[in-house]
Structure formats: structure tokens, C-alpha cells
């Protein structure tokens, strides 16, 4: 089933190319929070790599096991992959999903015919006991918001006391890979925890499609069997292996996402109250958050807008010379 029509992502530049008549090469895109300085794919890709199928026992699970620190984990064509599959491993359930979040969540699960609330952070104790699943992305996106690990095990404490999950999104953890879960479970995942990884944000390359899931073992044998063999292609399995031992380029990559995102969140500030960081985005709610994404892209800038509620989302820009065009911007008056 396609839901297209209904759930909006950034990303969409040919829709904005159209719609405001400016040339797709001319846009500088900030609608997405994908780390813009991408993992450099080698120049040379032996032919057999486009060649070969699938090969399971390869170097990708070697790679991610070390990344990640947890033996209990699959790979999959992104974590998009999870988010549509788990919904179909439960019998009808109460389902919370923490709001505002990452669009997907709420339909699929609506789809899958369970009953989903959504609720603010600050209600999750208060609804815990009524629900079998809690879903939460940490860091949020869209809101940055966080939670610590002692908060998110008392959660998950709670829900596998009586056969209810966890499902923790950290799409955007890889810049501070120390509060991920999964480094609390190197061995093994236990029973009602389920914890989502994203290739394609940190290492930039989101178009490969490759994701991981980590949970207990029945359970990713499972998905496991869903996916059957060629779930993710040579390609992506190849080009994984290589950016996931890449220590180096890890590092650097961290220090330029910490950067960044400290100038956009500078620049952002000087003109809205209230910004909150990622080290992926910036996010502010506005009552002119439409207005002012109207204003950037008639200048070629193109963000994520949010309807409910207002606000607007700015990805990184990749250099000092889309940071200072954003600069000038936003030291006129956007809204
Ligand atoms: C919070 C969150 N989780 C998961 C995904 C899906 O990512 P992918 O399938 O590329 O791993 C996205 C994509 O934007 C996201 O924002």
C-alpha cells in the first residue's frame, strides 16, 4: 500500500523545484536531517560488487556488530524497513507513540489495525500502565528531545514485565554513541526491547537504504525470515561494511556535525526564541513557521515545515558558504 499522499518528508526538492520555478541544481536543501557531508563511496567499485547477490556470512555483520556493540542485531534495506514489519509481529495492541514524531510511526501502526495514542513526553508515566507498546525516537526527531537510559530502562522494565515492547528509534544517535541502548546489551537483547538504527543519516548515504534492527533473538529471527535473503543488496551490504569500520572518518564526522549544528542553531537563534538542537537539525515552533518557509524558498532555501504543531526544521548546512547565504537571511526579516 503506498502512503504517498499522506505522510510528507523532506527531501522532496523536485516538488519545491516546482512549485516556486527555481532550477533544481540552485536549491541549497536543509529539508532533511541527513548529515550533508556524506561517507566518500570509493572511486572504484569493482564491477562485481553491481554483480553479486547477497551474500549473508559477508563483512556487513562483522562491521555493525562492532559499531553498534551488540551481537543481536539485522541488517535491513533502512530502518523504514522495521517500522513497517513490527506493526504485523504483534496481536492488536494499545500503542503510544511519544508526539511530535517521525510520521511513519503513527500511520503504519494505525494501518496494522492497533489502537494508537499519541502523547507528549511529559505524559508517558502517566499512560505506561494502559498501553502494551511505547515508541520513542531518542534523540527526537523532530523536536530533539532526549531521554536517559536509566528513564528508558524503567520503561522498558515496566512493559516486558507483561509481554509489552519497547521500541526505541536512534536514528540520530550516532553523534553521542555512548547513550545508545545497544551498548547496554553487547551479548544479547533482551525480550521486549527493540532498538532501530539508521545507516543513512550519520554516513549521509540514505539513498543506499540500509538500516539495522537489535532485539531479542526470537523476535529478529522473525523479521529475519520476513526479509528473506536479499533484503539488502551487494551494494549497500559492500559499501556498509567499509563506512562502519571507518574509525577515522567516525570521529571527524562527529566533530563536524557538533559544529555545524552549534553555527545553524547560533544563526537560528538570533531571530527565534526557543530553537532546540540536534546535531542533525534545528527545530523551532513558530505561528509564522509557514510564512517563514515560504520566505526561504522563494530565496532558493528549502527547510521542513510542520503544520501540527507550527514549526519549522533546518538541516545542516554542508558548508561555510550555505551557512553564511542562511546568515544573510535570517538577519532580514523572515517572518
Ligand atoms: C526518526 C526516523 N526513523 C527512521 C527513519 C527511516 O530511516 P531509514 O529507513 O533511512 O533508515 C527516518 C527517516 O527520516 C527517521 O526520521
Redesign the pocket.
Known amino acids: 500500500m503506498s502512503n504517498d499522499k499522506k505522510i510528507k ?1 523532506g527531501g522532496n526538492l523536485r516538488e519545491a523545484s516546482k512549485e516556486y520555478q527555481i532550477p533544481l541544481d540552485n536549491w541549497i536543501d536543509l529539508s ?2 541527513i548529515n550533508p557531508r556524506a561517507w566518500e563511496i570509493p572511486e572504484l567499485i569493482p564491477s562485481t560488487v553491481w554483480q553479486r547477490l547477497p551474500e549473508l556470512d559477508d563483512d556487513l555483520l562483522p562491521s555493525a556488530k562492532k559499531y553498534y556493540g551488540c551481537s543481536d542485531i539485522l541488517p535491513l534495506a ?4 522495521a ?1 513497517q514489519s513490527l506493526p504485523y509481529c504483534r496481536r492488536s495492541s494499545r500503542v503510544a507513540i511519544v508526539s511530535p514524531c ?1 510520521a ?1 510511526y503513527p500511520f503504519w501502526w494505525q494501518q496494522a489495525g492497533h489502537t494508537v495514542y499519541r502523547v507528549a513526553k511529559g505524559e508517558i508515566d502517566a499512560i505506561l500502565s494502559l498501553v502494551d507498546v511505547l515508541i520513542l ?1 531518542n534523540p527526537n ?1 523532530p523536536d530533539a528531545n532526549q531521554y536517559t537510559g536509566e528513564q528508558l530502562q524503567n520503561y522498558h522494565q515496566q512493559l516486558s514485565q507483561r509481554g509489552g515492547w519497547l521500541i526505541v ?1 536512534e ?2 544517535i550516532d553523534t553521542t554513541p555512548e547513550e545508545s541502548l545497544l551498548k547496554k546489551y553487547p551479548d544479547e537483547m533482551p525480550e521486549g526491547l527493540i532498538v ?1 538504527r ?4 550519520f554516513f549521509g548515504l ?1 539513498g543506499i ?3 539495522f534492527i537489535a532485539a531479542h533473538q526470537p523476535l529478529l529471527a522473525q523479521i529475519a525470515q520476513q526479509q528473506g535473503s536479499w533484503g539488502v543488496s551487494h551494494p549497500a551490504r559492500w559499501l556498509g561494511a567499509l563506512a562502519l569500520a571507518d574509525d577515522v572518518w567516525h570521529q571527524d564526522t562527529i566533530h563536524f556535525l557538533q559544529r555545524q549544528s552549534g553555527a545553524l542553531f547560533e544563526v537560528m537563534s538570533k531571530k527565534l526564541k526557543q530553537v532546540k538542537k540536534s546535531h542533525y537539525f534545528c527545530y523551532c515552533e513558530h505561528p509564522k513557521a509557514k510564512k517563514i518557509t515560504e520566505t526561504l524558498a522563494k530565496q532558493g532555501i528549502w527547510i521542513r515545515y510542520f503544520e501540527k504543531p507550527a514549526a519549522i526544521r533546518l538541516g545542516l548546512p554542508k558548508s561555510d558558504e550555505e551557512l553564511n547565504i542562511l546568515k544573510r537571511f535570517f538577519s532580514i526579516n523572515i517572518t
Open positions: 518528508h532533511t536531517g533502512g530502518s523504514q524497513v517500522i517521525y511513519e525516537i526527531n528509534d536514528a540520530f532501530l539508521s545507516f543513512g543519516k540514505a537504504r540500509l538500516g
